[in-house]
């Protein structure tokens, strides 16, 4: 109850934002107080429904679509839905990459370094297949590439951290700073006649030109199950868990805590390299290095929302999109900035973060003691760094 009274807590907070930025009718409020506050509740409610209908679309123009029976009509119906679905994609794969080293207890801030690694991967990877294998095996030999980059990328702080004792926080970060140089020199090694800084275009293997949902989104569900039935009924999941909880008391049973290192930060850069590379064989058309230039941080902030949850990465993940996608149509219809989304996304996750502060907002009472703890409860990474 409480994430979704945080998310409510803050619709109401962006609410608070838009009224008080409203310069419109704020100037109306000393001589006309009614029509000031009236018009500035007005845009409230034209600004989320816009913003609602942006991220799912009308739904009398869905019924109608489909009761009229026409396949062009329906996929503009839907259109807003599947924007949606095409930009959690990405952000599903990083959350749940994220998910499975914060359940080991380490905290990976290279997603940005290991999308880049990971697509140029799968785009060379496509390319030197493409023409060669059948369209469906091409893109299946794609993914593995851009998912194998991924992982190698993560497996580079991985090792650093198990013999080296190098902090992944800090190995992570600073190779994000080392990926775009070496993506240029990958390039400029596999082809010198192509211009300096210029990467490989890949055109997309499949498309579904009806309704613009490609496999990624389908394959990304089905990876969050994969992902929990990993960290929940295996024995590895079981050793990754255990070396987050403590790494101490996990190597006294047993567990070695070096390579459980380096599974997790493999595994959570395969899964963003995974993500990466449906990416650009999909909806971008190419290779073009990420969906956003805080995707990183974002995805962390997802995670985090979620508990480390790979179904709760799912959940945020497809609001993320659904608010990205929406507040893109509230600017349009509304005029309202699209800062705003920024934040209400800020308040969401300070909300459900202090899930306290939630609780004394809305008279709830208090957790009891215990609840927060155990296999299911929210995992994250190590206080001290």
Do not use: C
């Not at 997790?264 to 971008?284: D, E, K, N, R, T």
């Not at 985090?304 to 799912?314: C, D, E, I, Q, T």
């Not at 502060?357 to 957790?367: H, K, Q």
Request: proline share 7%; hydrophobic share 55%; net charge positive.
């Amino acid at each position: 109850m409480a994430p979704g009274l945080a998310l409510v807590t803050a619709f109401l907070l962006g609410a608070a934002v838009i009224v008080v930025t409203d310069f419109d009718h704020l100037r109306l409020l000393a001589t006309d107080p009614p029509a000031a506050i009236g018009g500035a509740l007005a845009a409230v409610v034209e600004g989320y429904a816009s913003m609602f209908a942006g991220a799912i679309g009308d739904p009398a123009r869905i019924v109608a679509a489909i009761q009229g029976g026409g396949a062009r009509d329906t996929a503009a119906a839907l259109r807003p839905l599947s924007e949606t679905l095409i930009s959690a994609t990405p952000f599903i794969f990083a959350g749940l990459g994220l998910a499975v080293s914060f359940r080991a207890g380490l905290f990976n801030l290279g997603v940005d370094g290991q999308f880049l690694i990971g697509g140029l991967g799968a785009s060379i990877t496509a390319t030197l297949v493409t023409g060669v294998l059948p369209p469906p095996l091409a893109l299946v030999v794609g993914i593995a590439g851009g998912t194998l980059a991924g992982a190698a990328y993560g497996f580079v702080p991985g090792v650093l951290k198990a013999r080296t004792g190098a902090h992944e926080v800090i190995t992570t970060l600073m190779l994000n700073g080392i990926a775009p140089n070496l993506a240029f020199l990958i390039v400029g090694m596999i082809d010198l006649s192509r211009p300096r800084g210029s990467l490989p275009a890949v055109p997309r293997i499949l498309d579904l030109p009806t309704i613009r949902v490609d496999y990624g989104f389908v394959v990304a569900v089905l990876m969050a199950g994969i992902v929990s039935w990993l960290l929940f009924r295996t024995t590895l999941g079981f050793e990754l868990r255990a070396a987050g909880f403590s790494r101490t008391a996990a190597s006294a049973a047993g567990v070695r805590s070096g390579r459980t290192t380096i599974v997790a930060l493999s595994i959570s850069g395969g899964l963003v390299g995974m993500g990466s590379a449906f990416f650009g064989l999909g909806p971008a058309q190419g290779f073009s290095g990420g969906p956003t230039f805080d995707y990183g941080y974002v995805a962390i902030a997802l995670a985090l929302l979620a508990g480390g949850r790979p179904s709760g990465v799912v959940v945020t993940a497809l609001l993320y999109g659904a608010l990205t996608t929406g507040a893109k149509n509230m600017v349009i219809a509304t005029g309202i900035p699209l800062a705003l989304l920024s934040v209400i996304v800020a308040f969401a996750i300070m909300f459900v973060a202090a899930p306290e502060l939630t609780r004394s907002i809305w008279r709830l009472p208090a957790r009891r003691p215990g609840t927060g703890t155990g296999p299911n409860a929210p995992a994250g990474p190590p206080v001290s760094i």
